[in-house]
C-alpha cells in the first residue's frame, strides 16, 4: 500500500499563448515580473529567488500548459511516483533536458483527469543574484507559499468529483472549504496558503485565473493605477481575506493581483456558507477564462 504524498506548494507554470510582446509589457509593466530569459517562442519570469517561475511558450495556444507542484526531496517524488502507478495513473520521468529547461533537480509528468499537464519536481534551483521586479513594488509573497494559487473552471459535477477524488484522495492535496453559492467551489490547500488550487463550476473545463499575492497593498493599488487589462475591480475575498483585483492575460485567464494582512488558514473541509464570494468589491468587467 503506497501513500499520497502531497506537493508543498505551486512552484511554477508554463503559459500557453499567441505572440510573447503582449506577455513581455504585461509580465513585467504590469504584474511587475523581472524577464530573465527570452528566445524566439519563450520568455521567462522571476518573481523570487526561483530562477524561473513563470515560462510563456508562444506555441498559438492560450490557457497553462503546464503546472509544476514542489515536492520535498527524491525520495517524495519516487514516492509519489509508485503511488501513482499503483493508482493506475500513467507516470513519465522528465528527461535531464527538460529538468534543465524548468530549472528544477528532477521531475515527472502526468495528466489530470481533465488533460491538464501537470509535473512534480524536487529542487528548484535558486540564485543569489536579487530580484529586480519589472516596476517599482517590494515583492511577491512566495517561499513555502510557493507562487500563488490556481483557480480552474470545471464543466459539470461529475468532473468536479473525477477532480476531487484525483486531487485529494490520490494527491494528498486537503479540502480548506467549500462554497454552495452563489456558486460550487472547492479550495484545497496544501501549505498555509488558504488554497493553492481550487475549482469553480461553471459549465466549461479552462483556467480560470492564477492569484500571485505582493508584500505590499501599495503594489496592488499602484498596479490599479496603472492598468490597461482591468477584469474585476478591487474586491476582499470572504473566504482567504485576499484584497485583489484581477486583469486579462493575453492568454485567456486572468491574474488576480492581491495582498492581504492576516492569512487564512483551515484544515475543517467546512462549508462556508455565505452568499457572496466577496466581502466587497469585486465587479465583473471583462470575462476571461471565467
Ligand atoms: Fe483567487
Given at each position: 500500500m503506497t501513500r499520497a504524498v502531497a506537493p508543498q506548494a505551486l512552484g511554477y507554470i508554463g503559459v500557453r499563448a499567441k505572440a510573447l510582446d503582449d506577455w513581455a509589457s504585461y509580465g513585467?509593466?504590469?504584474?511587475?515580473?523581472q524577464r530573465v530569459d527570452q528566445s524566439r517562442s519563450t520568455i521567462a519570469f522571476r518573481m523570487?529567488?526561483?530562477?524561473?517561475?513563470v515560462a510563456v511558450h508562444a506555441d498559438g495556444g492560450e490557457g497553462i500548459g503546464f503546472f509544476g507542484w514542489e515536492v520535498a526531496d527524491a525520495t517524495s517524488l519516487e514516492a509519489l511516483a509508485a503511488h501513482l502507478d499503483n493508482g493506475g495513473i500513467a507516470v513519465a520521468h522528465g528527461s535531464r533536458a527538460l529538468a534543465d529547461e524548468r530549472h528544477v533537480t528532477d521531475l515527472i509528468v502526468l495528466s489530470d483527469p481533465v488533460g491538464n499537464r501537470l509535473e512534480f519536481f524536487h529542487g528548484a534551483q535558486t540564485t543569489t543574484e536579487a530580484f529586480r521586479p519589472g516596476r517599482c513594488i517590494s515583492g511577491?509573497?512566495?517561499?513555502?507559499?510557493?507562487l500563488g494559487h490556481v483557480v480552474l473552471n470545471v464543466d459539470r459535477p461529475d468532473t468536479l468529483a473525477r477532480l476531487m477524488a484525483f486531487?485529494?484522495?490520490?494527491?494528498?492535496f486537503r479540502l480548506t472549504d467549500y462554497y454552495s453559492e452563489p456558486f460550487i467551489a472547492r479550495f484545497l490547500h496544501v501549505n498555509p496558503r488558504h488554497h493553492s488550487l481550487a475549482f469553480i463550476q461553471t459549465g466549461k473545463n479552462a483556467v480560470h485565473h492564477v492569484m500571485m499575492e505582493l508584500f505590499s497593498f501599495d503594489d496592488v493599488g499602484l498596479a490599479l493605477a496603472e492598468e490597461g487589462r482591468l477584469a474585476v475591480t478591487l474586491g476582499r475575498h470572504t473566504s482567504d481575506f485576499i484584497t485583489s483585483f484581477y486583469t486579462c492575460t493575453p492568454s485567456s485567464f486572468m491574474v488576480e493581483y492581491g495582498w492581504a494582512r492576516a492569512r487564512s488558514t483551515s484544515s475543517t473541509g467546512r462549508l462556508m456558507s455565505a452568499k457572496r464570494a466577496r466581502a466587497y468589491g469585486g465587479t465583473t468587467l471583462a470575462v476571461s477564462g471565467g
Open positions: 513585467a509593466g504590469l504584474l511587475g515580473l523570487d529567488d526561483h530562477k524561473q517561475r511577491f509573497r512566495t517561499g513555502p507559499l510557493g486531487y485529494r484522495d490520490m494527491l494528498g
